[in-house]
């Protein structure tokens, strides 16, 4: 009786197999029911924000942190610098990588006169997705005189992965930013190939007001097989793009392009100077040719060493 029981609450027409008269199982026919379709997956929130602030009070007016709020598999971390060029925060997704679905949120504020660096404490990996796409959205803004830098560790893209991620800055007239962005495509040491992936990637920089740089990279498809072309990469599985905007962008254009060679290590790459702006893009046949060139090259930019995390 308890048997029977037990049958006619879990749904109709069940066979001693327990099976439905419908062909699926018992429980499958109480979903159905109930209007429940496939599982949902569990999926990744994380934000993360911090500000800084001018202390005239300080030796040398030092920068302070002014607010560090964070949320989910966000994370904020404040080491210990005294490299002189004010405070470093590095940024962690406690969650271990994102995928399709998942979603990152990222702000960081430079009060006037500050001067801070923001990084990431290693690679962001975006897994094979079985739905939807991974998002990572970042917003900095960098108040009057402030000198900033935001040097995020690379991103891997395995195969089968979707990421849309979306930079935008605000600053003043006199602020200066330098920022960085890196596209791996998959682990060359490990052998592995991208040949299905959808990247959309997305760069807007306000000065006073004003939208002095925009860029989109849209890579949708066999990755390899785009960036095996002459004109979209010779091969290339590492990709990289720096923005130096400050008053004095421009000046810096000849030590940059000296610093990126002549491309006889594998490493192709172009720079360009206008508007205050200094853009500058390479390509590698790996990750590691392309931390050889660029190293140097952020060093150069932000006039002193790359933040501990790189190292590591």
């Known amino acids: 009786m308890r048997i029977g029981l037990a049958l006619a609450i879990l749904g109709p027409a069940v066979d001693p197999s327990g099976r439905s008269a419908h062909g699926g199982s018992a429980l499958s026919a109480v979903a159905m029911e109930n209007g429940a379709s496939a599982a949902r997956m569990q999926r990744a929130r994380g934000s993360a924000r911090v500000s800084f602030r001018h202390d005239p009070t300080a030796p040398s007016a030092a920068t302070r942190l002014a607010e560090l709020w964070q949320d989910g598999s966000g994370k904020i971390r404040l080491p210990n610098v005294h490299d002189g060029r004010g405070p470093v925060a590095v940024l962690l997704n406690t969650a ?46 960098l108040g009057a ?31 200066s930013l330098v920022a ?17 992936v959808e990247l959309d990637d997305l760069w807007r920089i306000r000065r006073g007001g004003r939208l002095v740089y925009a860029d989109r990279l849209r890579i949708h498809g066999d990755a390899k097989a785009i960036l095996s072309g002459g004109a979209t990469g010779r091969g290339a599985r590492a990709i990289a793009g720096v923005v130096a905007a400050a008053p004095d ?6 030590g940059a392009r000296e610093i990126l060679g002549d491309g006889a290590d594998g490493v192709e790459a172009g720079a360009s100077a206008f508007d205050g702006l200094l853009v500058l893009r390479l390509a590698a046949p790996d990750g590691r040719a392309l931390r050889r060139r660029l190293e140097p090259l952020l060093a150069f930019l932000i006039d002193g060493p790359l933040p501990r995390v790189w190292a590591l």
């Open 96 to 141: 271990g990588g994102v995928t399709g679905g998942d979603r990152l949120d990222y702000a960081a504020t430079w009060g006037a006169g500050t001067t801070a660096t923001v990084t990431s404490q290693a690679a962001e990996r975006v897994y094979r997705r079985s739905a939807g796409t991974a998002r990572v959205d970042t917003t900095l803004t």
């Open 145 to 175: 005189g402030a000198r900033g830098a935001w040097l995020p560790q690379e991103t891997i893209l395995f195969d089968r992965s979707a990421l849309s991620r979306n930079l935008t800055v605000e600053m003043a007239d006199d602020a």
């Open 180 to 196: 960085c962005e890196t596209v791996l495509f998959g682990r060359t040491a490990m052998g592995e190939e991208v040949t299905d």
């Open 249 to 254: 962008a421009e000046a810096r254009l000849d």
